[in-house]
């Protein structure tokens, strides 16, 4: 089963709100991680927090952690039609075979609309 | 700045044929990965490799093989490929092998009829 589940799957916002995506995740970790994706390309790492931080900041994102609850927020401020994309969180835990992995979850489609 | 380079970028081929998705990267890092997107699963690794002749499974190896004879390509073979392994397909890379940050390859988008 996936580790990290992203909430909601989609959001449609106006260019110039701030948009929030949750993700929960079910074991320890060690790091947390965002990463982007345009339509059918490639993913792009936006942003790395560890379990010790509570909350990091990269321009307009803005990222907190709680530990206790086993979740992550991702806030993009002042959206532009160029944030319309995917993102996914990614988390370091162990997979079926013992062996250390980075584990994504599903995604939340966000759009922005001009 | 990291590159990762795979081809072929789309294939359609058939049931049993088999075939070699390439992998290669421009930046001498040990780690390299391979994962496969599906809708409604999200990203799940096949296979990743620590260094030169070490690999191993990840969370879906069945009906994949890769090797690593040299640092900069990791191949990933389907020997007979079946519909269900229809799917977009990244390679990725790390400097620092995990936890750290991943750069990714453009995707190689296989269809097996």
């Not at chain 1, 059918?40 to 379990?51: E, K, N, P, T, W």
């Not at chain 2, 789309?10 to 780690?31: A, F, P, R």
């Not at chain 2, 991943?102 to 097996?112: D, N, W």
């Amino acid at each position: 089963s996936q580790q990290g589940e992203e909430d909601p799957q989609a959001l449609s916002i106006q260019e110039g709100e701030n948009a929030t995506m949750n993700c929960s995740y079910k074991t320890s970790i060690n790091n947390l991680q965002w990463y982007r994706q345009n339509s059918g390309r490639g993913l792009v790492h936006l942003i790395l927090i560890r379990s010790n931080e509570r909350e990091k900041h990269s321009g307009r994102l803005r990222v907190t952690l709680d530990t206790s609850k086993k979740s992550s927020s991702l806030l993009i401020t002042a959206s532009r039609a160029a944030d319309t994309a995917s993102y996914f969180c990614a988390t370091d835990a162990k997979s079926n075979f013992g062996n250390e992995k980075l584990t994504f979850g599903t995604g939340t489609r966000l759009t922005i609309i001009p | 700045e990291a590159q990762v380079t795979q081809n072929p970028r789309y294939l359609i081929t058939v049931t049993g044929k088999k075939l070699t998705v390439t992998c290669s990267q421009n930046m001498n890092h040990e780690y390299m990965s391979w994962y496969r997107q599906d809708p409604g699963l999200g990203l799940r690794q096949i296979y990743y490799s620590m260094n030169v002749e070490v690999t191993d499974k990840g969370d879906v190896p069945e009906g994949y093989k890769v090797s690593r004879k040299e640092k900069r390509n990791f191949p990933l073979i389907l020997e007979s490929p079946s519909p269900n392994q229809t799917s977009l397909y990244f390679c990725a890379i790390s400097r620092t092998g995990l936890p750290g940050e991943l750069f990714f390859g453009e995707g190689s988008r296989l269809t097996v009829l």
